[in-house]
């Protein structure tokens, strides 16, 4: 059996001074790599979430407002 399958790692202990400095600048710790490899749980899709606020919205023209159309002529001249 090869060495290389039995090496481990062992993190260092954090030295006073650098703990003392992290808690004066209230050092917040980052994600390590067993937290990124958490899957996130993902939303049913049998559930029903229709909100009022994802409906369409209906948009009622005025007289005044271009049409599409309109816009291109005004655009070419």
């Known amino acids: 059996m090869s060495k290389w399958n039995q090496v481990l790692y062992r993190r260092p202990a954090e030295p006073t001074f650098l703990s003392c400095f ?18 996130p749980q993902l939303l049913d899709e049998d559930v029903d979430h229709s909100n009022s606020d994802e409906q369409p919205q209906e948009v009622v023209l005025k007289k005044e407002d271009l049409t599409a159309e309109e816009v291109m002529k005004l655009k070419q001249k």
């Open 22 to 39: 992290k808690e004066q600048v209230w050092y917040r710790e980052g994600p390590i790599i067993e937290t990124k490899r958490i899957q």
